[in-house]
């Protein structure tokens, strides 16, 4: 009895913060063009602040890195049926900036979330992304945080979230948001069309 009243409190309390824990299966794993820091099983969903981001930096997938040049964003979202939405809609957005914030914005595509499957942005004309860049959902068409984003459950240092965009929160002790991007890590030495033409070779 005494195990299933802190079960219940924790569940609880987790759902006051903004988010809850799941049970589901682990989603498709990407191929190396894809930049991902979540480890493919989601653990929760989450509607706390109404910008949530994760901060990628190039040269923790190709070292010596300087830029990326981004084609395409993928966020997944998750809609408990105990927590509805007040909207699908949602912006999803790409910012250069470093680890403590975003600060120079380079798209924003507003799409229609969908429940417990990819949502993507595709860029026409790839972004050039700095070594540090963000991709995040900005909730603010929402009155609560709405959609629901899935992260998963190891501890992480790449998702943050924000409830005004100066002061940005880790979410690193739940885990990292279900957040990608497909892009091409650049070096100073070797252009986009030089990269692009090495992936074309192997």
Do not use: C
């Not at 091409?184 to 252009?191: F, H, R, S, Y």
């Amino acid at each position: 009895m005494k195990k299933a009243i802190a079960i219940l409190a924790v569940l609880s309390l987790a759902a006051f913060a903004g988010q809850v824990a799941v049970n589901l299966d682990p989603i498709p794993q990407k191929d190396a063009d894809w930049l991902v820091y979540d480890d493919g099983t989601p653990a929760w969903l989450t509607w706390g602040g109404m910008y949530r981001g994760v901060w990628f930096d190039v040269q923790d997938f190709v070292p010596g890195a300087t830029g990326a040049s981004i084609e395409q964003s993928e966020f997944w979202f998750y809609h408990h049926s105990s927590y509805p939405w007040d909207t699908s809609d949602v912006y999803l957005e790409i910012w250069n900036g470093d680890n403590t914030a975003p600060v120079t914005q380079l798209d924003q595509t507003m799409v229609t979330a969908i429940h417990y499957a990819p949502v993507y942005a595709t860029y026409s004309t790839p972004l050039a992304g700095e070594q540090n860049f963000w991709a995040l959902a900005n909730t603010e068409m929402s009155s609560g945080g709405w959609p629901a984003i899935l992260g998963d459950g190891t501890a992480g240092t790449h998702s943050f979230f924000s409830d005004d965009f100066i002061i940005w929160e880790p979410w690193g002790d739940m885990g990292d948001y279900f957040v990608s991007v497909y892009a091409t890590p650049t070096t100073g030495a070797l252009d986009n069309s030089t990269w692009g033409s090495l992936k074309a070779a192997f």
